[in-house]
C-alpha cells in the first residue's frame, strides 16, 4: 500500500508517496519552499500543488510542526497563528476530495524511527527529538506513541528549550558546534531530568551525520543517546504510516 506523506517545514513542504510495509519512498520527493507567510491558504495551495504533481488520488499523511488534536490544530508557534483551532485535516479533506490524517510532525518523524530506524524492535522508554528550526518530541513506551509531548518548550536557564538549543538558535547566533552542544548538553540534562528514558534519539536536521559527528561526541547523558537514521525522509514516511494506521493515537 502507498499514502502519500507530506512534511510541512519551517523552510520547506516535502512530499512523496511512501510504501507502507518498508517504509520507505516510492518516488523522489518534491521539495516546495514553505510560503511566507505560511497562512493555511498558502500552505493548503503548496498541499494541493503536490498532490497534483504526483497525480495522487489516495490517502494521505500530514506532519505539521504544532500540537494537533483528533485533526485539529491548537498550538502555533514557528507557524502562523491562523491555524490554531482549525480543524486542519477536515480542511484538507474538504479542498482535496481526498481522506486526510494530520500529526504533529516529531510525532510523524518518531513513528517512523521506531519502526524503521534506530528505535526498531525497541520496547524501552524511547525519547525522540527533532531538533531544527523548533526541537519537538515524540515518546514512546513499549512502541507506542503518547502523542502530542512539547518538550521542546521545557525552560532550561529560564529560556524555553527550542529557543536555548534549537538548530535556528545555532545559526542565528553563529555558534560552533561546541557551543552550541553544551546548550543542548544543559537542555538534554533537563529532560534526562523529567523524563528519564532508556534511549534517546536525535532527529531534525542536525542529525544528518556530517553535523552528528561534529557534536553527538561530546554529548553526556545516562540514556543511550543515538542520532536518527532515517534523517529527512522521516517525516514524511512517519506522516504517512500514521495515516495508514488508525491505531495509532
Ligand atoms: C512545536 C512542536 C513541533 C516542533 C518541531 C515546536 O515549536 O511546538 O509542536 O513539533 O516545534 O517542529
Redesign the pocket.
Same mark, same amino acid.
Given at each position: 500500500m502507498q499514502i502519500l506523506g507530506i512534511d510541512v517545514?519551517?523552510s520547506g513542504i516535502k512530499a512523496a508517496p511512501v510504501d507502507i510495509g518498508s517504509g520507505t519512498l516510492a518516488a523522489d520527493r518534491l521539495r516546495i519552499p514553505t510560503p511566507s507567510p505560511a497562512t493555511p491558504k498558502a500552505v493548503i495551495k503548496v498541499i494541493r500543488t503536490q498532490i497534483e504533481h504526483f497525480e495522487w488520488d489516495g490517502p494521505v499523511g500530514v506532519a505539521?510542526?504544532?500540537?494537533?488534536k483528533h485533526g485539529v490544530v491548537r498550538?502555533?508557534?514557528?507557524i502562523s497563528k491562523r491555524f490554531i483551532g482549525m480543524p486542519f485535516a477536515d480542511e484538507l479533506k474538504k479542498k482535496t476530495g481526498l481522506p486526510t490524517r494530520v500529526v504533529?510532525?516529531?510525532?510523524a518523524a518518531g513513528v517512523a524511527e521506531m519502526l524503521h530506524g534506530a528505535g526498531k524492535g525497541l520496547t524501552d522508554l524511547v525519547l525522540v527529538l527533532?531538533v531544527?528550526?523548533?526541537?519537538? !518530541?515524540?515518546l514512546f513506551i513499549n512502541q507506542t506513541l503518547v502523542p502530542?509531548t512539547?518538550f521542546?518548550?521545557v525552560d532550561v536557564r529560564g529560556v524555553v528549550g527550542?529557543v536555548y538549543a !534549537?538548530d535556528r538558535t545555532r545559526k542565528e547566533k553563529s555558534l560552533s558546534w561546541a557551543k552550541w552542544s553544551r546548550r543542548f548538553q544543559r537542555y538534554l540534562d533537563r529532560l534526562e531530568f523529567l523524563v528519564a528514558p532508556d534511549l534517546i534519539i536525535v532527529g531534525?536536521g542536525v542529525s544528518k551525520p556530517e553535523r552528528a559527528r561534529e557534536f553527538m561526541p561530546l554529548l553526556k547523558a545516562d540514556a543511550e543517546l543515538t542520532t536518527a537514521q532515517l534523517g529527512n525522509e522521516a517525516g514524511i514516511v512517519g506522516a504517512a504510516i500514521y495515516a495508514a494506521d488508525p491505531t495509532i493515537a
Open positions: 517545514g519551517g505539521f510542526p504544532a500540537r494537533v498550538t502555533a508557534t514557528n504533529n510532525d516529531a510525532d527533532t531544527g528550526t523548533g526541537i519537538g !518530541s515524540a502530542n512539547e521542546g518548550h527550542e !534549537s531534525g
